[in-house]
């Protein structure tokens, strides 16, 4: 996806000075090895496969997803999606009842001009190994026309699948139809305000909150029936171009990535976890502060990083208002 380039340089210093993510740590916290993952842009931690989060290039790969293995950063098998078309821009990933993966090919690089965008399903294997499985391909518009997006969510009981638009001043969840149609359109409407530019969102195993991350923060919702209700800011990591969130299968933690070669996973204590930390430590628990959700950072970030990238923020915000004159 283009991003301004204020934004890209600050994320770029962040990431060099942020505490480096490993297995070592002990948190969950890993890296991803595999050469072929350059740009990690959608995360889903496997149900079936304990341990196992599975991921995908941004686009320029072709129709393949990646099962990496959180506790060594090794790719344990590569899947081949057949019956579907060429990828345009793939952002996100999601596991839905029945472990059933949904892919969301639903980025716009021409800035939401698109007439169209597209949503790929396929059972997750029992059997992790590099295999070429059949997908089903579903058509996706939405009711007030074309947009870019890169978040998007399948809740856990219903199977039904939620996209957030991606927008500098906040977007909006849109609601699919119950059931996705392999045969005609399947209409997205705005269901809810989302106060945020997001890269991407996850529902918790239990269907009850919303995470929501952008670039240097992100947001806390009550999931509320499909309504979400915000409840205070996520203690997200600063990383060198924050694009992907999961919560683990156990619903304790919220897993951050990113994009680049040998790109980091972050762990930090998913909100409302009884063992997460103190909103004024180092874990993730929501911030009492409802103040703006794109500024929350994690505690475990130096304080070096943390100036970096009110200082990104603040050309980011200067170069906005320089093209609005």
């Known amino acids: 996806m283009r991003r301004p380039f204020a934004l890209l340089a600050g994320a770029l210093l962040v990431g060099a000075l942020a505490a480096p993510a490993s297995a070592a740590d002990g948190d969950g916290s890993f ?35 990646y099962a990496v293995d959180g506790a060594t ?83 856990p009981k219903t199977g039904r699948v939620y996209i957030i638009d991606k927008k500098e001043d906040g977007g909006h969840l849109y609601e699919g139809p119950d059931r996705l149609s392999a045969s005609g359109k399947n209409v997205f409407r705005p269901v809810a ?24 923060g992100g947001i806390d919702y009550d999931w509320n029936a499909g309504v979400p209700k915000r409840l205070g800011r996520l203690d997200v990591p600063l990383q060198q171009q924050g694009e992907s969130v999961t919560f683990s299968a156990d619903g304790s933690k919220l897993m951050y990535g990113t994009e680049g070669s040998g790109s980091e996973v972050r762990a930090e204590d998913a909100p409302g976890d009884p063992g997460a930390g103190s909103s004024s430590g180092g874990g993730g628990s929501a911030s009492s502060s409802d103040g ?30 320089r093209r609005r004159r």
Not at 104 to 116: C, E, K, S, V
Not at 193 to 216: K, M, N, Q
Not at 309 to 314: G, I, S
């Open 193 to 216: 305000p989302i106060d945020l530019w997001a890269t991407d969102a996850a529902l918790s195993p239990d269907g009850e909150r919303l995470a929501v991350r952008g670039y240097f």
């Open 292 to 321: 703006d959700g794109d500024s929350g950072t994690s505690g475990s970030v130096k304080v070096g990083a943390v100036a970096v990238a009110a200082l990104c923020l603040a050309l980011f915000g200067i170069g906005r208002l």
């Open 31 to 65: 890296t991803i090895e595999d050469p072929r993952i350059t740009e990690s842009s959608g995360l889903a931690a496997s149900r079936q496969h304990p341990g196992v989060y599975w991921t995908h290039n941004d686009s320029d790969d072709g129709p393949y997803l």
């Open 73 to 155: 950063g090794k790719t344990v098998a590569r899947l081949t999606l057949t019956g579907v078309g060429t990828p345009r821009d793939v952002e996100a990933i999601s596991i839905g009842p029945g472990n059933r993966i949904l892919v969301g090919d639903i980025g716009d690089n021409l800035g939401g001009t698109w007439p169209y965008v597209w949503i790929y399903e396929l059972p997750e294997p029992k059997e992790l190994k590099d295999a070429t499985v059949r997908a089903t391909q579903y058509v996706v518009t939405y009711s007030d026309g074309a947009r870019d997006a890169e978040a998007m969510v399948v809740h």
